[in-house]
């Protein structure tokens, strides 16, 4: 008589055992996986927005008290525009503080001591530093001609004649500059033709 083979009851619940241990070990090491691959994939937005941010800000950095040639070292800008952010550009190019609670600075931005105020943005954040940067914006357009009246005397009433457009707005702050002297005047009028602009004082 010949006798069947198989498992034994007790064989079977060690086999299952084994293969549940088995498995919610590959189920740990896969969650484990997929955790750590969300954290790096966090890591790599928070590195690339963290680079963005950086390229932005150090570009600007880069531009503080930039007046178009005119050395920032040397001669200072002549500010005729009634409402100007500073009175003097170079103590005002760069400048750093702590947002309060109450939305003040500490220290006190410099920015507006020419007769303009700064106003802090209401989204800055209490506690956490604030960077203010100033300068000359990268748009460049040349004059079409000088400035002179008939007398051949420099006529500071006469409109600016640009080869080119900046798309600058009635009110807003210009800079007009050589490598020896500049200006920094507020936009009253721009009337604009086929070859550029003519910009009011």
Known sequence: MSRAGGFSLVELLVAMTLGLILLGGMIAVFAGNRRSADINRATTNMQENVRFALDAIA????????????????????????????????????????VQGDNTWKPPTALGSGGGTFVPPDTAVPGTHALTVQFGGPGVARLRQGMESSSGVPDRTAPLSLA???????????????????ELFAVSGITTDATGENMSL
Do not use: W, Y
Request: glycine share 16%; net charge negative.
């Open 59 to 98: 570009g600007d950095i880069r531009m503080a008290g930039h007046q178009g040639c005119l050395d920032f070292n040397g001669s200072a800008i002549n500010i005729i525009a009634k409402a100007a952010p500073s009175a003097d550009l170079r103590e005002t190019a760069i400048g750093g503080a702590v």
């Open 164 to 182: 080119g457009r900046l798309d600058l707005a009635v009110g807003d702050l210009a800079l007009v500059s050589t490598c020896e002297d500049g």
